[in-house]
C-alpha cells in the first residue's frame, strides 16, 4: 500500500495509549465492479503491534473491518522515547510497517 500508517502513542502514569491507522482497501470480496463481476477479497489478515522486542498486540481481522482500520488500544508499560512497531499482513501475502516513539 501507498500510504504509511499513522501511529500515535502516549504515555501517562505507566499506562501507554496506541492509535493506529491502517491504509488498506479492505474488500470484502462480495460487491461487483465496474463491469458487472465479483471482485477479489483483499484484506489485511493479521497484526502485530511491539513495544520493542515484546508484542502488546497481536490481532486476526477478516473481511469485516472496513477500509483503512483504526485500532486502538492501552497497555501497561512503555515511556517516552520508547518505539511502537506495526507490522500488518494481507491476504495477498503483501505486507506494511511503520513505528513511532512514545510521547
Excluded: C
Excluded at 19 to 26: G, K, R
Excluded at 69 to 83: T, W
Amino acid at each position: 500500500m501507498a500510504d504509511p500508517i499513522r501511529i500515535r502513542a502516549r504515555s501517562n502514569g505507566g499506562i501507554t495509549e496506541v492509535m493506529v491507522l491502517m491504509p488498506h482497501p479492505m474488500e470484502t470480496g462480495l460487491g461487483l465492479d465496474a463491469s458487472g463481476r465479483g471482485r477479489r477479497a483483499h484484506y489485511i489478515s493479521d497484526v502485530e503491534i511491539k513495544l520493542g522486542d515484546r508484542t502488546v498486540l497481536r490481532a486476526r481481522l477478516s473481511i469485516a473491518v472496513s477500509k483503512d482500520p483504526l485500532i486502538s488500544f492501552r497497555f501497561k508499560g512503555g515511556g517516552a522515547g520508547d518505539r511502537i512497531g506495526v507490522t500488518w499482513t494481507d491476504n495477498f501475502g503483501d505486507q506494511g510497517s511503520g513505528s513511532a516513539s512514545i510521547v
